[in-house]
């Protein structure tokens, strides 16, 4: 669901947001997919650089260090729908309102392109995501999933 832009949470000082997808650093990035997010666990890299190039990248930056800090992409059409995925907060900076405020800045970032509708499955963080206007589905009897792969 998207909101007026005005109702993004700011990112903490000293942290910046930032779309270019060259700034991604894909080793740590899949370092902390592969590794440490449910949804991801043993990702080959191939695959996370495959899926990395299909979609739109987005990061969080230590504005002192120029480390990455978070990390999410989205898979869109560029015109009516959007998948948010991979969304990823450092653990050691969690706690802090990275979270939210990242997503509601991906978010805004998709408005531009008409986006009418932007879907994200979590497992754990539905309250990160409420707080920028997701919600669950009106009718998720309606939605169905294929998965012959995996």
């Known amino acids: 669901m998207i909101h007026r832009m005005s109702d993004t949470p700011v990112l903490p000082d000293g942290y910046e947001f930032s779309a270019d997808t060259a700034r991604v650093d894909v080793g740590r990035v899949h370092g902390w997919l592969s590794s440490d997010a449910y949804w991801a666990i043993d990702r080959p890299r191939e695959q996370h650089e495959r899926a990395m190039a299909h979609s739109l990248n987005f990061g969080v930056y230590d504005t002192a260090s ?9 898979v869109t059409d560029q015109a009516l729908f959007a998948w948010l995925a991979d969304v990823y907060v450092d653990p050691s900076v969690r706690g802090k309102g990275i979270g939210t405020a990242f997503v509601g800045r991906i978010r805004d970032h998709l408005k531009p392109f008409g986006v009418r509708r932007v879907l994200l499955a979590t497992h754990d963080a539905h309250g990160v995501y409420a707080k920028i206007g997701f919600r669950p589905l009106d009718r998720p009897d309606q939605w169905m999933v294929h998965t012959p792969f995996g």
């Open 66 to 74: 120029g480390e990455q800090v978070a990390y999410a992409r989205a």
